[in-house]
């Protein structure tokens, strides 16, 4: 079965360090998306992304996150300067379309911890 | 927040029907309901969806209620890797789903 993969599995970053979390969605995939998941809470909606532009985000995706799909196959998330509270798993999801006869199917995640 | 109510445990017996409700009274017309799961603390995991006629596929069955402001999953024989955080999602999208705290559903042998 296709999967959608994270790298790397987990990260470990200094406060006020620059950190590019890694998926490759699945290949024939249009919409890819970031969530994330504080330990012991909610997962997240951050941002939805489709044709090389934001479709979506949220009041979490402020001007320190960005996304980017820098080639064919990645889709990247980077955090300009980390805070101790951007510590959480970081999913990537990805879906043929936006359409709902259609899955997402979300990857394994990367824990990102701030130090 | 949002905008569906499940209880917060259950406990189900290996080989039984695991059957979770779910409520969505404000739920509109175009909103579509999603149920996931989430094992340990790993990507969430697509088990089924519907608007508004029952549903079915190889891991569970989708009950919606006439008037769609309830649902219930059903896991038809519960096995102990069924152990797993359970998500009931109302969406008109896939692009932002909102999940909640969910079921936790534990399986005994």
């Known amino acids: 079965e296709p999967e959608v993969t994270q790298t790397p599995s987990h990260q470990v970053t200094q406060m006020g360090q620059e950190v590019i979390l890694r998926c490759v969605p699945i290949s024939n995939h249009l919409y890819f998306y970031w969530y994330r998941q504080i330990l012991g809470q909610k997962v997240e909606f951050l941002v939805s992304f489709y044709n090389n532009e934001i479709s979506e985000k949220s009041e979490i995706f402020d001007d320190q996150f960005s996304v980017e799909r820098p080639d064919g196959s990645n889709f990247t998330l980077k955090i300009r300067s980390t805070k101790l509270e951007d510590s959480a798993m970081y999913f990537c999801?990805?879906?043929?379309?936006?359409?709902?006869?259609?899955?997402?199917?979300f990857g394994q995640g990367t824990r990102l911890t701030v130090v | 927040d949002a905008k569906t109510t499940q209880p917060p445990s259950m406990d189900c017996a290996e080989g039984r029907a695991a059957n979770l409700p779910c409520n969505h009274s404000?739920?509109?017309?175009?909103?579509?309901v999603y149920w996931y799961r989430q094992i340990h603390s790993q990507g969430p995991q697509y088990i089924i969806h519907?608007?508004?006629n029952n549903e079915t596929n190889e891991m569970a069955s989708l009950i919606i209620t006439e008037d769609r402001k309830s649902s219930t999953l059903i896991l038809p024989h519960a096995t102990l890797r069924d152990t797993a955080v359970y998500y009931c999602i109302v969406s008109d999208s896939w692009g932002k789903l909102q999940f909640g705290a969910g079921t936790q559903v534990v399986v005994t042998p």
């Open positions: 999801a990805s879906s043929v379309d936006s359409v709902q006869n259609t899955e997402a199917f």
């Open positions: 519907g608007l508004k």
């Open positions: 404000t739920i509109s017309g175009n909103e579509y």
